[in-house]
């Protein structure tokens, strides 16, 4: 089992900047893959980025890559995301999931967080 518990949403003017942290706990989170998603009001729930448990394998959606870096640090058994250049498209609340493997599917994730809002104003 991990538990995952998200941190480090807000509002941002369109521009700014932002870091989600994901602290994990449980047995063995530095075995898994670790993921950020997005949930935009009325969509559905989108990758965002990915990162294997070595760190290698950094994945984004295109629509973030050059903005967004995936970290992730196993002493501190924590993930973050660092938003560049956000938009106000970027709006959205975003999950840190956990998996098995490195992976930009969805339904990989056996652990999900509770989500942060991030809201960038135009």
């Known amino acids: 089992q991990v538990q995952l518990v998200e941190s480090g949403g807000g509002l941002v003017q369109a521009g700014g900047s932002l870091r989600l942290s994901c602290a994990a706990s449980?047995?063995?989170?530095?075995?898994?893959?670790m993921g950020w998603f997005q949930q935009a009001p009325g969509k559905e729930r989108e990758f965002v980025a990915a990162?294997?448990?070595?760190?290698?394998?950094?994945d984004y959606a295109d629509s973030v890559k050059g903005r967004f870096t995936i970290s992730r640090d196993n002493a501190k058994n924590t993930v973050y995301l660092q938003m560049n250049s956000l938009k106000p498209e970027d709006t959205a609340v975003y999950y840190c999931?956990?998996?098995?493997?490195?992976?930009?599917?969805?339904?990989?994730?056996?652990?999900w967080g509770q989500g942060t809002q991030v809201t960038v104003s135009s």
């Open positions: 999931a956990a998996s098995p493997i490195a992976t930009v599917t969805l339904v990989r994730y056996n652990y």
């Open positions: 449980g047995r063995n989170f530095r075995t898994y893959s």
């Open positions: 990162i294997s448990w070595s760190s290698g394998y950094p």
